[in-house]
Each structure stands twice: as C-alpha cells, then as structure tokens.
C-alpha cells in the first residue's frame, strides 16, 4: 500500500481541473454534475439521521446507534469532500488555517467508518454465536462507549499529522493559500505519506480481520441444527455487507495511483478520466453504502420512505425489531 492516501485527499488531485485552466463552462458543467447528486445524498442522509433520531427504538438499539455513528461520519466526510472540490473548481484561495481545518476534519472522518464497520460486525457476531449474552453485552451504554473509543483511535492520525504540521512545516497559517486547498498542499514532506501508510495498513488489515472471522464464526454456527436460519442469513448478509463497503473504501485508496498513472503517460483525457474516478470510487460509495444498509432493513426502511415522502405514504405502520 506504499501509495494509499486516506479517501478524500483525492480531491486534491481533482484541483487539475483548474490548473489546466479547463474552459469555464466545461468547469461549471463538471462542477454541477458532482454537486448535483452530491447535494441530493446530503438529503438523503439528513431523512435518515433524522428517521434514526425520531424513534425511540432506533435510539436505544446498538446496531441503529452505530448505523447513526457511520452514517453520521461518511455525511461529514462527504461535505468536507465536496467544500474542497468546489473550491478548486471556483479556483478560490483560503488562509492557510481555514483549510487546515477542513483537511483534519475529512482525516478525522475518513478512519471512522472502516471502524464502525467493525464494531457493526462484532454486534452481529455477539447477537448470533451468543444470543443468551446478546443483550447484556450489546447495550446503548456499552455501544456509546465503543463509539467513543473509535473517535479517539480516529483522531490519533489527525492529532499526529497536526504536531508534525506545526513542528515541521514552515509555512505560516495565517496567510492565504498560493494554491487550493488539499491535502498534497498542506503536507509536503514525505513522512506524511508515510504516517498516512502506516495508519491505513494497520487500520484496513485489523477491520478486515475482524468482519472476516465474524463472518467465518457465523458460518460455523448456521452449521448447528438449532440454529435459527433465516436469523443467521440475515447475520451474515449484514457481516457480508460490511465486507463489500470495506473493500469499495479500500478501492479508493488505489486513486492516487491511477491518478499518477495517467499524468505520467500525459494523456489527453487525463482531467477527465480522474473526474469520473472521483465520482465513483469516492462519491458514490460514500452515498450508496449508508442507502443501502438502510433500505435493507424493513423496519428503518418503512420510516425513511415515510419522512422520504414527506408523510404522503400511508402512516407507517410498528414493526417489531429483533434483538438479531
């Protein structure tokens, strides 16, 4: 992984799109097309952070609490994206401590969700080879916890890469940018890139570990003849789930070498494969994971169709929610 970078640092690569001085309607076109959907998932995210909020029954079960917790990061994460994005397209300059913050915000964020996705496959694990436990173990008091704790590994990275910027850089905060906002202009010495790697690798290899063995423990189970079946599907379609999103957040690391890949060979339409690279492999997967999740289950789906609709579906009818 010696060329990963954490998800939203490849909108600075993005920040060609104005230093080729690209025509300005073909600037404003781009731009439109990424805010656009942009814009609509924010909705979307915003019903279902308040369809979580609205019940008390998503508000005092574990799996609706840490489903709230990524949804909560990838929203913020997906701002922050985005606010770089349109200032490179704009081509508008910030001081310098304005984009630190933004840029340590999107580091902060952009580590949370691989460790949700943990934590949410640990709850699975917990409900299906212990359920007797389940509900001593996995409590909203515990789960706040556990969230609290992925917050501070999470802001390990960001407070390091913080101290390095303050001690090694010395560039001052309180002038503006010669340059747009990103990542790659904020840090320029090497050792970033390599506390970056360090954290990724640790951080991907541990989360996969963890949704791959839950998965592997839940197989074994389903293998038991008491073993309540259509339970434990759902368990594992759940850890499965978890799986896909990890690898797609994975995936997003290889931009940068794509990137780079493109610019060495200077093709023509370079600018615009790494636009539609970006929407893809960072956008997209940021926006459809979350939707996803949530549309599979029934009882959070009947209430976001509701508030989607804004009440102009039927009144949603209780559904009773499973401890599994």
């Given at each position: 992984m010696s060329n990963t970078t954490p998800p939203f640092q490849l909108l600075s690569n993005n920040i060609s799109l104005t230093n080729q001085r690209l025509a300005v309607p073909m600037r404003t076109f781009m731009g439109f097309l990424s805010v656009s959907p942009c814009l609509l998932f924010l909705y979307i995210n915003t019903i279902m952070l308040y369809s979580l909020k609205s019940k008390p029954m998503f508000r005092e079960t574990s799996r609706y609490i840490l489903f709230g917790n990524l949804l909560f990061a990838d929203t913020i994460l997906l701002l922050t994206s985005q606010l770089l994005y349109i200032l490179a397209v704009a081509g508008l300059f910030v001081i310098r401590y304005i984009c630190v913050v933004i840029v340590l915000v999107a580091i902060f964020t952009s580590a949370v969700s691989p460790l949700n996705l943990s934590v949410m496959s640990l709850e699975r694990y917990v409900a299906i080879c212990y359920p007797l436990r389940h509900a001593s173990i996995v409590t909203p008091r515990t789960t706040g916890v556990v969230i609290a704790v992925v917050?501070?590994?999470?802001?390990?990275?960001?407070?390091?890469?913080?101290?390095?910027?303050?001690v090694l850089e010395s560039m001052p905060l309180d002038q503006f940018m010669q340059e747009f906002c990103s990542t790659s202009e904020l840090f320029h010495l090497k050792i970033h890139n390599q506390v970056d790697n360090v954290f990724i690798s640790i951080v991907f290899?541990?989360?996969?570990?963890?949704?791959?063995?839950?998965y592997i423990a839940m197989m074994m189970v389903a293998k038991s003849a008491s073993a309540d079946k259509d339970i434990n599907s759902k368990a594992r379609?759940?850890?499965?789930?978890?799986?896909?999103?990890?690898g797609l957040s994975l995936s997003s690391t290889l931009v940068p070498t794509i990137v780079s890949a493109l610019k060495s060979r200077a093709m023509d339409k370079a600018t615009q494969i790494e636009y539609i690279v970006f929407i893809?492999?960072?956008?997209?997967?940021?926006c459809l994971s979350p939707l996803i999740y949530g549309l599979r289950d029934k009882a959070f789906r009947h209430i976001l169709m509701y508030h989607l609709t804004c009440g102009l579906r039927c009144a949603v009818e209780p559904i009773k929610i499973s401890g599994y």
């Amino acid at each position: 992984m010696s060329n990963t970078t954490p998800p939203f640092q490849l909108l600075s690569n993005n920040i060609s799109l104005t230093n080729q001085r690209l025509a300005v309607p073909m600037r404003t076109f781009m731009g439109f097309l990424s805010v656009s959907p942009c814009l609509l998932f924010l909705y979307i995210n915003t019903i279902m952070l308040y369809s979580l909020k609205s019940k008390p029954m998503f508000r005092e079960t574990s799996r609706y609490i840490l489903f709230g917790n990524l949804l909560f990061a990838d929203t913020i994460l997906l701002l922050t994206s985005q606010l770089l994005y349109i200032l490179a397209v704009a081509g508008l300059f910030v001081i310098r401590y304005i984009c630190v913050v933004i840029v340590l915000v999107a580091i902060f964020t952009s580590a949370v969700s691989p460790l949700n996705l943990s934590v949410m496959s640990l709850e699975r694990y917990v409900a299906i080879c212990y359920p007797l436990r389940h509900a001593s173990i996995v409590t909203p008091r515990t789960t706040g916890v556990v969230i609290a704790v992925v917050w501070i590994l999470c802001s390990l990275n960001t407070i390091i890469k913080l101290v390095m910027l303050l001690v090694l850089e010395s560039m001052p905060l309180d002038q503006f940018m010669q340059e747009f906002c990103s990542t790659s202009e904020l840090f320029h010495l090497k050792i970033h890139n390599q506390v970056d790697n360090v954290f990724i690798s640790i951080v991907f290899m541990t989360v996969g570990f963890i949704i791959i063995y839950s998965y592997i423990a839940m197989m074994m189970v389903a293998k038991s003849a008491s073993a309540d079946k259509d339970i434990n599907s759902k368990a594992r379609n759940t850890v499965l789930l978890h799986l896909i999103q990890l690898g797609l957040s994975l995936s997003s690391t290889l931009v940068p070498t794509i990137v780079s890949a493109l610019k060495s060979r200077a093709m023509d339409k370079a600018t615009q494969i790494e636009y539609i690279v970006f929407i893809i492999l960072i956008i997209l997967p940021r926006c459809l994971s979350p939707l996803i999740y949530g549309l599979r289950d029934k009882a959070f789906r009947h209430i976001l169709m509701y508030h989607l609709t804004c009440g102009l579906r039927c009144a949603v009818e209780p559904i009773k929610i499973s401890g599994y």
